[in-house]
């Protein structure tokens, strides 16, 4: 699996953009589903969106469905995550991770980040 950082989280008024990036070190990035996964305070981690190798088959979950994109840039080592009509909801802290297989599941990913806070104001 692949060693990541995630950015570009922040505080914003709800309505409002933000745009994550998840940096990834090594050779092997363009090789694995990449995918985004959210933990607010007192809740669990869940997941927020996935995608192949390949960029070409996208996953979401419904409560960012039509709000969020996903994507990745295999040359630059680099995934993101376009989150747009910002909800209170959507604060959590956002983190990247790997897996070998397209699925939600979160015990399925590996090679975790850090995190980057994202908090959204009403």
């Known amino acids: 699996q692949v060693q990541v950082v995630e950015s570009g989280g922040g505080l914003v008024q709800a309505g409002n953009s933000l745009r994550l990036s998840c940096a990834a070190s090594?050779?092997?990035?363009?090789?694995?589903?990449m995918g985004w996964f959210r933990q607010a305070p007192g809740k669990e981690r869940e997941f927020v969106a996935a995608?192949?190798?390949?960029?070409?088959?996208?996953r979401y979950a419904d409560s960012v469905k039509g709000r969020f994109t996903i994507s990745r840039d295999n040359a630059k080592n680099t995934m993101y995550l376009q989150m747009n009509s910002l909800k209170a909801e959507d604060t959590a802290v956002y983190y990247c991770?790997?897996?070998?297989?397209?699925?939600?599941?979160?015990?399925?990913?590996?090679?975790w980040g850090q995190g980057t806070q994202v908090t959204v104001s009403s």
């Open positions: 991770a790997s897996s070998t297989i397209l699925t939600q599941r979160t015990t399925a990913f590996g090679s």
């Open positions: 090594g050779r092997t990035f363009s090789t694995y589903v």
């Open positions: 995608i192949t190798p390949s960029g070409v088959t996208t």
